[in-house]
């Protein structure tokens, strides 16, 4: 079965904390995995994927596939980090958008 | 460039009647899926629409229809609508480009409630 699992609702961290967003997933094949990020009031976009290992707004992903996780991760928190974040994954080319349930990042100054 | 829009932007109806949103594409792009996130839960794939025909579906009754115009733009329709129905309705497009890792834009989405 394809699915995307983000165990955690919520986190809450301290402006400067390190930061680390869980996601695992199930998929036979190779699949594409992504973050999105949606802040309040904005309309989800996307923040990063792990094809392209790029670090975006300090946020990087590496991908396990002995483990079948994509966690985000980052050093230092930022109060304008706050938002939701959805890993999602596709079988490439086109394909689909499966999501997670998404976490809610807190970030308290 | 507006990027993805979505009208209505809320829409109430009542159990029973059926609903048509709207979705127009980001300038370039010529595909078109649609979501429906319900409260709590991540977005969940409807179907996906390219060159006017419906490419790929998710597991969504036949009661979620859909449509694709030659100008890229589309139409989700919804018939007989349930309670349930009642979620934020997402549409997100894609790049002509079908290079693997490609981007889907998303709109703001239409909120429906079913009363």
């Known amino acids: 079965a394809q699915r995307v699992t983000q165990p955690e609702k919520l986190l809450s961290v301290f402006k400067g904390a390190p930061v680390e967003l869980k996601c695992n997933y199930s998929?036979?094949?190779?699949?594409?995995l992504f973050w999105y990020v949606q802040y309040s009031r904005q309309r989800l976009q996307l923040l990063l994927r792990?094809?392209s290992r790029e670090s975006i707004k300090g946020f990087t992903a590496d991908l396990n596939k002995g483990e079948t996780s994509f966690h985000l991760k980052k050093p230092f928190a930022q109060e304008e980090d706050s938002a939701m974040y959805y890993c999602?994954?596709?079988?490439?080319?086109?394909?689909?958008?499966?999501f997670g349930t998404g976490t809610r990042l807190q970030v308290f100054p | 460039d507006a990027g993805v829009t979505q009208s209505p932007t809320h829409l109430i109806k009542t159990r029973g009647q059926q609903v048509t949103l709207r979705c127009s594409p980001k300038?370039?792009?010529?595909?078109v899926s649609w979501y429906q996130q319900a409260l709590g839960q991540g977005p969940q794939f409807i179907f996906q629409?390219?060159?006017?025909?419906?490419?790929q579906r998710g597991n969504f009754p036949d009661r979620f229809s859909g449509h694709q115009f030659p100008n890229y733009s589309s139409e989700l329709n919804v018939n007989a609508l349930l309670l349930g129905d009642s979620a934020l309705y997402l549409c997100?497009?894609?790049?002509?480009?079908?290079?693997?890792?490609?981007?889907?834009?998303f709109g703001p989405g239409t909120r429906l409630t079913v009363t």
């Open positions: 997100a497009s894609s790049p002509k480009d079908r290079r693997p890792s490609y981007e889907q834009y």
């Open positions: 998929y036979s094949g190779s699949p594409e």
């Open positions: 792990h094809i």
């Open positions: 999602a994954l596709s079988g490439g080319m086109a394909d689909k958008l499966i």
């Open positions: 300038s370039g792009h010529d595909t």
């Open positions: 629409y390219y060159e006017e025909e419906e490419r």
